[in-house]
Antibody, heavy 119, light 108 residues
């Protein structure tokens, strides 16, 4: 069974840093592009960042460019999101999602981890 | 940036009824549009991709149509488990993706 499990969320002060992790299982992680998508409380979905299977290509939404860094460790079947200079507007549930090879859409998604930026 | 506008914001229907959800793009996205379902406390689930293709395991009562700027998700006969929030997503200007603001399908 394909599974994505996020961790690392929590409460952090404005200006602080946090590193999210996404543990993948049930598929050949090194063959797939991966993504981070976030959802502010009671709001819609916002794409954050994507990384290709070999880390050759990395993309960010303008809202996080220069502050967030996506990375992966294929040996550990893990995806990461390093978040620096956090702002209140970064408060959200962060989901990792696989780019499905056949459809090129986000499928499946993990259950998410909540990041709260507040003093 | 391509903006996706979903309508209505909330749709109130009864089980057994037909649901029609709309997603309009600010410029053509060709057929690069997907629909996701999200239930409370759960992650989104891919329903429809490339405007009209059902994802694996999705019941036949879900169908998608449209191209260019106007898209529709239709649920032919609502089941109790279909009441959720539905989002459209485009990848026409990949590597940037955008989502619509969502349509909440609630029980009348």
């Amino acid at each position: 069974e394909v599974q994505l499990v996020e961790s690392g969320g929590g409460l952090v002060k404005p200006g602080g840093s946090l590193r999210l992790s996404c543990a993948a299982s049930g598929f050949t992680f090194s063959s797939y592009s991966m993504n981070w998508v976030r959802q502010a409380p009671g709001k819609g979905l916002e794409w954050v960042s994507s990384i290709s299977s070999s880390s050759s290509y990395i993309y960010y939404a303008d809202s996080v460019k220069g502050r967030f860094t996506i990375s992966r460790d294929n040996a550990k079947n893990s995806l990461y999101l390093q978040m620096n200079s956090l702002r209140a507007e970064d408060t959200a549930v962060y989901y990792c999602a696989r780019t499905a090879m056949v459809t090129n859409w986000f499928d499946p998604w993990g259950q998410g981890t909540l990041v709260t930026v507040s003093s | 940036e391509i903006v996706l506008t979903q309508s209505p914001a909330t749709l109130s229907l009864s089980p057994g009824e037909r649901a029609t959800l709309s997603c309009r793009a600010s410029q053509s996205v060709s057929s690069y549009l997907a629909w996701y379902q999200q239930k409370p406390g759960q992650a989104p689930r891919l329903l429809i991709y490339d405007a009209s293709n059902r994802a694996t395991g999705i019941p036949a009562r879900f169908s998608g149509s449209g191209s260019g700027t106007d898209f529709t998700l239709t649920i032919s006969s609502l089941e109790p488990e279909d009441f959720a929030v539905y989002y459209c997503q485009q990848r026409s200007n990949w590597p940037s993706y955008t989502f619509g603001q969502g349509t909440k399908l609630e029980i009348k």
